[in-house]
C-alpha cells in the first residue's frame, strides 16, 4: 500500500499498525486473513499516483462540502464512479 508522507514518527508507526490490524480483519466475521501487507510512504509531489487520489478525493470532498453543482472537478469524474466502497466495512450506496 503506497500512502502519502505526511505522517511522521510515532504516529506513522501507529497509523501502520492501524492499518495493518484493520486488513487483517475479513469482512464482518473478522477472521483473521493470512497476507502480508507492505505499507509505504512517499512524498506525493514525486509520485503521480499519490496526486491523482489526492485530486479525485479533494474533488469529491468539496462537491459533498460545498455542493456546488458544475462548479467544482467532481463534475470531470462524475461519470466514472460507479460504487462507493469502504476498504474496511464494505459496499456502501
Known amino acids: 500500500m503506497i500512502i502519502d ?3 511522521d514518527g510515532v504516529v506513522r508507526e501507529e497509523f501502520d499498525k492501524y492499518l495493518a490490524y484493520r486488513s487483517l480483519e475479513n469482512g464482518s ?6 497476507c502480508r ?3 509505504y510512504h512517499v512524498d506525493s509531489k514525486q509520485n503521480l ?3 491523482a487520489a489526492d485530486f479525485i478525493a479533494g474533488a469529491v470532498h468539496r ?5 456546488l453543482p458544475y462548479a467544482d472537478h ?3 469524474i462524475e461519470n ?3 460504487i462507493a466502497l469502504d476498504f474496511f466495512n464494505g459496499r456502501q450506496k
Open 37 to 39: 501487507l507492505e505499507i
Open 74 to 76: 467532481y463534475s470531470a
Open 63 to 67: 462537491h459533498f462540502r460545498d455542493y
Open 49 to 51: 499516483c499519490v496526486q
Open 80 to 82: 466514472n464512479i460507479t
Open 5 to 7: 508522507k505526511s505522517l
Open 29 to 34: 466475521f473478522r477472521q483473521p486473513v493470512m
